[in-house]
């Protein structure tokens, strides 16, 4: 069996589709995967193809912060029509004797592959990371061009307007490329993309699918790849030579302001008498002193390095909250764009940590969320909730897509 893993985004859109390769192979099957060039690196490592789908995202999103780069094309459609293009490409040039798409992440690039699943005529399947980004009467939808109607309270109603949302940002770009090879057109574009029976890869506890939900969805479990690297050696003595530091890194997100960041984040640490560890990530967070209370890292294995830290502040992607309820370790959240306020909300409600308010965090205001995150009965919570996290959804998923297309 020949199956085509589609995902284009950051590190965290990736990484689980490669925890779901890993288990695929283990079954016995071949696996090609479509995704930016920035992770052919990782993608090699694992012996998964790569058929890369435009120029390098970090390079993009670099740009995006800096300025350093052209700007995009001036309307959201514009772009559309570009990943649209671009995904089509590179997944129809290694498309041929497929007998399943799985695809995740924007609406223009699943779209795209379920194109390519149709021109087979073989099953498609589209998966999201999180339980928000699925049409539900418990939760409202993401914010993307503009903010939602504060007048309007009715999730089901939310969710109409944002069919509609979906359709004027992206329906003539998807549309138009449909035709262009001899497809029909479809009418709703985001419910094309999601099908009535998506996939739900993230943990029954920390992201939850709430019943009754009109959609079929089927909560797999995160899609988690075991990483067995070593720490580095300087890490191994900078965690030897003191008590466990705080974890700081912002992951494959860009950060406006790295170094005002940095200078903040190290303050706020400090502040609560604890050492420092910044992951250096696409913010390229750096050392601000020369002090031996601060070390940066880079690309690391967090499996291994989160259970030696007392707190992890980052993000909140799916992937990296995960990595860290696993470990019984507090968080705090710092959101920055998609799925991240909902993590911050889930990290909170649990008891596990802290959400912070807003996605730039000041020296002020992130003492004061990890000094709500460092308290002993947080920590307490963190270790009873890592118990419950289980392991095997990259499993139960591959178990489920080769036994459906048999």
Partial sequence: MRVLLVAYGSRGDIEPMVGLAVQLQALGAEVQVCAPPDFAELLDGFG??????????????????????????????????????????????????????????????????????????????????????????????????????????????????????????????????????????????????????????????????????????????????????????????????????????????????????AEAVVGAVRAQGRRVLLGSGWAGLALTDDRDDCFVVGEVNQQALFGRVAAVVHHGGAGTTTTAARAGV????????????????RVADLGIGAAHDGPTPTTESLAAALKTALAPEVRDRAVAVAGTIRTDGAVVAAKLLLDAVG
Wanted: charged share 20%; glycine share 8%; net charge negative.
């Fill in 330 to 345: 507090p968080q705090v959240v710092v959101p920055q764009m998609a799925d991240q306020p909902y993590w911050a909300g």
């Fill in 48 to 261: 998964l193809p790569l058929a890369p789908i435009g120029p390098s995202v970090r390079e993009m999103t670099k740009g995006a912060v800096t300025g350093a780069k052209p700007a995009p094309p001036a309307s959201m459609p514009e772009r559309a029509a570009r990943m649209v293009a671009m995904t089509y490409d590179a997944a129809s040039s290694v498309a041929e004797g497929v007998d399943v798409v799985v695809a995740t992440g924007l609406i223009p690039a699943a779209a795209a592959a379920r194109s390519v699943a149709e021109k087979l005529g073989v099953p498609y399947k589209f998966v999201s990371y999180f339980p928000s980004y699925l049409p539900s009467p418990h939760h409202p939808p993401l914010a993307w061009t503009k903010p939602l109607p504060a007048d309007v309270t009715d999730n089901r109603v939310l969710w109409e307007l944002n069919a509609q949302d979906m359709d004027e940002l992206f329906g003539g770009a998807v549309n138009t490329h449909r035709a262009s090879i001899g497809l029909p057109p479809v009418e709703n574009v985001r419910d094309h993309v999601f099908t009535g029976q998506p996939w739900l890869a993230a943990d029954a506890l920390l992201g939850p699918w709430l019943e009754p939900a009109e959609l079929d969805v089927v909560q797999t479990g995160a899609w988690i790849r075991e990483d067995e690297r070593p720490l580095p050696a300087g890490l191994e003595a900078f965690l030897e030579a003191g008590e466990a530091p705080v974890y700081v890194g912002f992951g494959s997100m860009p950060v406006r302001d790295a170094e005002d960041v």
